[in-house]
């Protein structure tokens, strides 16, 4: 029992470690990606997102329907409250054929200081 909890804890660790670095402050240049995405609800978009990204709520009904219309070959940028809902949105681009690189940037204030982009509410 011991050795199972053991493994566990570090599968859990791995995992973390892997999406934390998936999220971290290493400057990346906005203008690389095809578009920025803010996975968040509206009532979040409307409190605050950043400069020049879109708003593709992962919630919204539509959001498969939203996704069909990128391009699945282009580089994308994807943030949320906390990195965990850009990392699922991630994993249904990846599922619907996307091939370029997709980024997690984690929270708003942490995708801001990596795009180096303001946050807005207008």
Not at 9 to 24: N, Q
Not at 45 to 57: P, T, Y
Request: hydrophobic share 45%.
């Amino acid at each position: 029992m011991k050795l199972l909890k053991l493994l566990v804890a570090g599968l859990v660790a791995a995992f973390a470690l892997t999406a934390l670095t998936a999220c971290s402050a290493e400057k990346l240049d906005a203008s690389s990606y095809a578009q920025i995405i803010d996975v968040r609800t509206l009532d979040e978009w409307n409190s605050g997102h950043l400069e020049g990204a879109i708003r593709m709520g992962i919630a919204d009904v539509d959001f498969a329907d939203q996704l069909s219309m990128l391009d699945p070959s282009r580089d994308y940028y994807v943030y949320c409250r906390s990195g965990n809902r850009a990392g699922q949105a991630i994993d249904l681009m990846r599922d619907a054929g996307f091939t370029g690189q997709l980024i997690n940037g984690g929270s708003v204030s942490n995708a801001s200081k990596q795009l180096d982009l303001e946050v807005t509410t207008n």
